[in-house]
């Protein structure tokens, strides 16, 4: 995938919905940025459950046409519901 994206005046970019989707970044979340060979580089740091926040025992759920993670605390929880 390639975007063609502006950043703002104060350095501000806009990652297209696309790459959100496909990476299952939601607002909050915590991502890396450095330098390498000249090109930024943008990671994800870890998964965590969408619900909770937990790092175990996590599950991959798609949830209309988005893939989100929930720890099987929470599954347990919402199946209750």
């Known amino acids: 995938m390639n975007f063609l994206v502006k950043y703002s005046a104060d350095g501000r ?10 990476l299952k970044l ?6 890396s940025l450095h330098i390498e060979d000249g090109k930024i580089v943008v990671e994800q740091i870890g998964k965590k ?8 025992d996590l599950s991959t759920y798609n949830v209309g046409n988005v893939k989100v993670d929930i720890c099987n605390k929470c599954l347990l929880e919402l199946k209750k519901i």
């Not at 970019?13 to 496909?22: A, F, G």
């Not at 459950?49 to 175990?56: A, H, L, P, Q, R």
């Open 13 to 22: 970019i806009t990652l297209p919905r696309e790459v959100r989707q496909e």
């Open 26 to 31: 939601r607002g909050g979340k915590d991502l």
């Open 49 to 56: 459950c969408s619900i909770c926040g937990s790092d175990e």
